[in-house]
């Protein structure tokens, strides 16, 4: 069926094989080390002011420890598959939750700057493993026709978890201490590592191809995708702060992401044994679903940035508050996935309920567009909820209908290479949104600062506002007309800044609704079908 593959005759015993225990007790237990790893990707974000200031470094030093996490993130996902064809795949898992777990122990315990970074590199790799590896084991573990259950678990982890992160880091942080963002990992870790080593178990077929790769390691590939991701996270990291390409730095880490990459791809399609093999793409379903859930975590992850950063530098929120906006949406995630496994799913055709789902999200960033500087916390909490209404809609029904016709021997590569996509399409989200509000935030500054002109009425009917209001105060004429000027200035940058939030979550709305009519590409079929007689 796919080049690379075994012959299908080899069946290692799959037909009569079923897992040893409950397979929602596998689901739970493997979903509850992944959620713990994609906390982590944004439970520091609030924390790093703090972080900053306990190590005595600036606060831009102190967004390393962002990066070095994905940097090394980025260089595991697409290999994990074959990491775990190497060391036997519950024998990885379980090397990476112990590992993620020792790097949160040290990275809580840190005394500089260089060691957290160093501690967060460890985080990284070793979480790295723990995305795909936890969808291959739900592929393996549940029929095609339960999988889209399966999938609801995973969206616990994938969607409520970032979400969550803000909130429960902001809470942590001005409560406790930084360091328990990290250590609060370790129990958790310790619980999830008993209980995968007592219910999780390879399935025949990971058996049989167990230790695959150990004598002959693609140095030559590995090395490529090591290089080609590490220089792209840091382009779409780094790339804001030192504005992008007018940087050397940048430049330099930019050429080196084409060249890895590109070299990346034109190496493994013409291995015949590929350590991360890319002719899975040649499903037309599975491309198209990597497509989607790229864009849908660009959405996701580029609003749920936007949104706590609106808060505190505009509104004037704390971390605490500005995460809490972002709650909700989470729990709405969880009240929406039994609706999705076993009602719509069972009803509708995939396609049309992913299609209603970008429609809906489209809806939700143009309400958010709304916003204005009096913008409420109830009217911020709405908005995100109607955001997240419309992503609950794509998870499940996009990783179903992209995982339904790939061959089981290509399940470790396939999850590995959605992950990575997933991961991937987030990164540039955020890159992509905090670029485009930085400059439209400058256009509608310098529009707005051509009003400023004593020859404009409106201008001068705020200035003289500015002076009433601070008459009786006991300043000279020349200081009230200066603090006027000065407030008047601080007026215009804030409204400034929300119309340029404005424009990214409008052109968000833009591309979601652009994205409805490729859902129909999809498979036509219902996400739960039977299982096919053949097998």
Same mark, same amino acid.
């Given at each position: 069926m796919s080049e690379g593959l075994p012959p299908p005759e080899a069946d290692h015993g799959a037909s009569a094989w079923r897992p040893k225990h409950n397979p929602y007790l596998v689901a739970m237990v493997v979903t509850v080390a992944t959620f713990m790893e994609v906390l982590d990707t944004t439970i520091i974000n609030v924390a790093l002011p703090h972080i900053a200031g306990s190590l005595s470094v600036g606060t831009d030093e102190s967004t390393w420890t962002l990066t070095s996490y994905l940097v090394a993130n980025g260089i595991v996902l697409p290999v994990s598959g074959w990491l775990g064809r190497m060391m036997g795949r519950k024998n990885y898992f379980l090397l990476s939750i112990i590992m993620f777990t020792v790097s949160s122990l040290l990275c809580g315990l840190s005394t500089s700057l260089p060691e957290l970074i160093i501690f967060r590199l460890m985080q990284g790799f070793f979480g790295g493993g723990l995305q795909p590896n936890q969808q291959s084991i739900l592929l393996d573990t549940f029929e095609p026709a339960k999988r889209a259950t399966a999938f609801g678990v995973t969206a616990v982890a994938i969607i409520a978890a970032p979400i969550m992160g803000p909130t429960l880091g902001g809470w942590i942080t001005d409560n406790f201490s930084w360091r328990w963002v990290f250590l609060i990992n370790v129990p958790v870790g310790v619980i999830a590592t008993f209980a995968i080593s007592a219910v999780v178990e390879d399935p025949p077929w990971a058996k049989a191809g167990a230790g695959k790769g150990k004598r002959n390691i693609d140095v030559v590939g590995l090395s490529l995708i090591a290089a080609g991701f590490a220089c792209l996270q840091i382009v779409l990291d780094r790339g804001e702060q030192e504005d992008w390409?007018?940087?050397?730095?940048?430049?330099? *880490?930019? &050429?080196?992401?084409?060249?890895? @990459?590109? /070299?990346?791809?034109?190496?493994?399609?013409?291995?015949?044994? #590929?350590? =991360?093999?890319?002719?899975?793409?040649?499903?037309?379903?599975?491309?198209?679903?990597?497509?989607?859930?790229?864009?849908?975590?660009?959405?996701?992850?580029?609003?749920?940035?936007?949104?706590?950063?609106?808060?505190?530098?505009?509104?004037?929120?704390?971390?605490?508050?500005?995460?809490?906006?972002?709650?909700?949406?989470?729990?709405?995630?969880?009240?929406?996935?039994?609706?999705?496994?076993?009602?719509?799913?069972?009803?509708?055709?995939?396609? *049309?309920? &992913?299609?209603?789902?970008?429609? @809906?999200? /489209?809806?939700?960033?143009?309400?958010?567009?709304?916003?204005? #500087?009096? =913008?409420?916390?109830?009217?911020?909490?709405?908005?995100?909820?109607?955001?997240?209404?419309g992503t609950a809609l794509l998870m499940i029904p996009i990783s179903t209908v992209a995982f339904a016709s790939v061959p089981r021997e290509m399940n470790g590569d396939a999850a590995a290479l959605y992950a990575m996509s997933r991961n991937l399409g987030g990164s540039i989200g955020i890159a992509l949104v905090t670029a485009y509000l930085t400059q439209r935030s400058q256009v509608h500054q310098a529009y707005l600062v051509e009003h400023l002109s004593d020859l404009n009425m409106g201008y001068q009917m705020t200035k003289q506002a500015w002076m009433n209001g601070l008459a009786g105060h006991g300043l000279t004429p020349s200081q009230m007309d200066s603090s006027a000027l000065g407030g008047i200035y601080r007026t215009l940058i804030r409204q400034a800044a929300i119309l340029g939030y404005v424009d990214v979550f409008r052109i968000s709305g833009v591309v979601a609704f652009c994205v409805v009519p490729l859902a129909f590409f999809m498979k036509s079929t219902k996400a739960a079908p039977k299982p096919a007689a053949a097998e």
């Open positions: 390409f007018s940087s050397g730095f940048i430049q330099a *880490f930019g &050429v080196g992401a084409v060249l890895g @990459l590109v /070299g990346a791809v034109v190496w493994l399609l013409d291995r015949p044994d #590929p350590i =991360v093999n890319l002719r899975v793409w040649k499903n037309k379903d599975f491309a198209i679903g990597t497509l989607f859930i790229s864009i849908m975590a660009a959405t996701l992850y580029g609003s749920a940035v936007l949104i706590p950063q609106l808060a505190q530098s505009q509104l004037g929120y704390t971390a605490t508050w500005s995460g809490m906006i972002l709650s909700p949406g989470g729990f709405m995630i969880l009240f929406m996935i039994p609706i999705i496994t076993r009602v719509l799913l069972k009803k509708f055709q995939a396609r *049309f309920i &992913v299609a209603t789902g970008f429609f @809906l999200l /489209g809806i939700a960033m143009f309400y958010t567009g709304t916003i204005t #500087p009096q =913008v409420s916390f109830l009217n911020l909490m709405s908005m995100r909820l109607a955001q997240t209404f």
